[in-house]
């Protein structure tokens, strides 16, 4: 039961750094780097309280957050995707297995168009120019969160005895 609870715990604390990550890049469209290396640094403490195994477990983990960084910094380089999305999806992928990640991408994409069609709409109506600075850090956090739901659900029921 405690190994539950640690466990719960650190999807919290998961849950809160992505808060932060969507607040942050609401109001200065800027994810902070101590922000991505925290989560990343939190992912060992987390496949170690789930006990997962060197092979193949932490290294499908690894190779997921490697896939992510190759193909998300080609993006960037394009300049199709901000360096700080790169980095925070990066370690949430650390973070999730390949199927859950992969949910998070398909809830990701739907999130931002409905948040780029409503920035632009708003931004174009309202200060009459078409550069939209869309913080999609947003859609991030925002389909992390909804990934993590039943994690967080379990953990509170678990906490509270409902």
């Known amino acids: 039961m405690q190994g539950n609870i640690f466990i719960y715990g650190l999807v919290g604390a998961l849950a809160i750094a992505l808060l932060i990550a969507a607040f942050t890049d609401i109001r200065r469209r800027q994810i902070d780097n101590w922000l991505n290396a925290a989560i990343a640094l939190g992912a ?3 496949w170690w309280a789930q006990g997962l195994s060197v092979w ?3 290294a499908i983990q690894l190779a997921l957050a490697l896939v992510t960084l190759v193909v998300l910094a080609g993006l960037f380089a394009y300049k199709l995707m901000g360096g ?3 980095k925070l999806l990066t370690a949430l992928a650390l973070w999730l297995a390949p199927m859950t990640f992969l949910k998070l991408l398909v809830v990701m994409s739907l999130l ?3 948040l780029t069609i409503l920035f632009a709409a708003w931004h174009y109506t309202v200060t ?3 550069d939209a ?3 999609y850090g947003v859609a991030i ?3 992390g969160l909804i990934t993590l739901a039943p994690v967080l659900e379990a953990g509170w029921r678990s906490v509270t005895g409902a």
């Open 141 to 143: 956090a925002s389909s």
């Open 128 to 130: 009459r120019r078409r």
């Open 84 to 86: 700080g999305d790169v």
């Open 44 to 46: 060992p403490v987390y």
């Open 56 to 58: 193949p477990d932490v």
């Open 112 to 114: 931002g168009g409905l």
């Open 133 to 135: 600075k869309i913080p």
